[in-house]
């Protein structure tokens, strides 16, 4: 066991705490997934339900449940809507949205799965411009 990562979501009421190592980290580039979350891909690390424990606000996590077979599931804070860990319906396994976690994880992405699915825009939003912070034009 690695030492304990805390996670929150943007406006600080869910927050929790996973303990590594964890098993694979996919950034998924599926069109649910850009869906799901609204930019290029999700940016999911996988581990077992065990590794979670919630430190506040579990009773606004809410879970979206899909209302058809083969649709992604997710979940999210209902005060501000961002993505938190939830158990895969499917798989049975804990996925945890890398972006909701305050200290590197300890694991680098594995792969880009889905890749021929990526937005028409993901590649030259590689190559453009980067900048520090928002442009002031
Ligand atoms: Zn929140
Ligand atoms: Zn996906």
Redesign the pocket.
């Known amino acids: 066991m690695s030492k304990p990562i805390q996670g929150t979501?943007?406006?600080?009421?869910?927050q929790y705490r996973v303990t590594g190592p964890f098993d694979v980290f996919h950034l998924c580039h599926c069109s649910q997934c850009r869906r799901s979350t609204g930019t290029a891909h999700a940016a999911n690390i996988f581990t077992t339900e065990d590794r979670l424990e919630w430190l506040a606000?579990e009773d606004?996590v809410k879970r979206y449940i899909p209302d058809r077979e083969g649709v992604i599931s997710k979940a999210f804070?209902t005060?501000?809507g961002?993505l938190v860990p939830y158990t895969s319906l499917k798989s049975g396994r804990l996925i945890i949205p890398a972006g909701s976690l305050s200290e590197p994880p300890g694991i680098e992405p594995d792969d880009n799965i889905f890749w021929r699915d990526r937005a028409d825009w993901y590649d030259a939003g590689l190559a453009a411009e980067h900048v520090e912070q928002f442009p002031d034009d």
Not at 9 to 14: D, E, Y
Request: hydrophobic share 25%; charged share 10%.
């Open positions: 979501c943007l406006c600080g009421r869910v606000g606004l804070c005060h501000c961002s």
